[in-house]
């Protein structure tokens, strides 16, 4: 591989790091409109598991908008360890653990997730978009803060 392709390479593989911040920060930040322009506009595969399953990314910002859109449900995302794969100059994949918290200051709880997701990329236009993801949760835990004392509601594997 000469130069040119290896500086390509990591120009990709930067370009797809920001394409996945974007997405966290468009989830922590209510912005359906930002998570929709992270996923490519044609078909793609979206599997969150419990829930949900979608063959284009409006399935997926329509959920996240009804789920996630509130002032009352507080989020952080914290994607982390990327394994990145350039395949060519318009495919990738990537693998990223997830952390994740949400607050939900009206059925007052507290959920930790830790996570997987396996990505597909594609490049449309000069940007990366993703165009396949699964995300598998591998822990989690919820707790009621319900009367200032947190209290286990749930733990486990998955």
């Not at 396949?132 to 200032?148: E, H, P």
């Amino acid at each position: 591989m000469d130069l040119s392709d290896r500086i390509s390479r990591l120009e990709a593989v930067e370009a797809i790091r920001q394409l996945k911040a974007r997405y966290f920060h468009s989830c922590d930040g209510k912005d359906p409109d930002g998570m929709r322009d992270c996923f490519a506009a044609g078909p793609v595969d979206i599997d969150y598991g419990a829930l949900g399953r979608f063959t284009d990314r409006e399935g997926l910002v329509r959920l996240f908008t009804q789920l996630g859109c509130h002032p009352h449900i507080v989020e952080m995302h914290h994607g982390v360890n990327p394994d990145i794969t350039v395949i060519d100059g318009d495919h990738a994949r990537g693998t990223w653990s997830l952390h994740y918290q949400q607050i939900d200051t009206v059925k007052q709880t507290v959920t930790q997730l830790g996570a997987l997701y396996d990505d597909a990329y594609v490049r449309v236009g000069g940007e990366w978009k993703i165009s396949a993801t699964r995300c598998k949760v591998t822990s989690s835990v919820m707790l009621s803060i319900a009367g200032g004392v947190p209290s286990v509601l749930h733990a486990g594997a998955a």
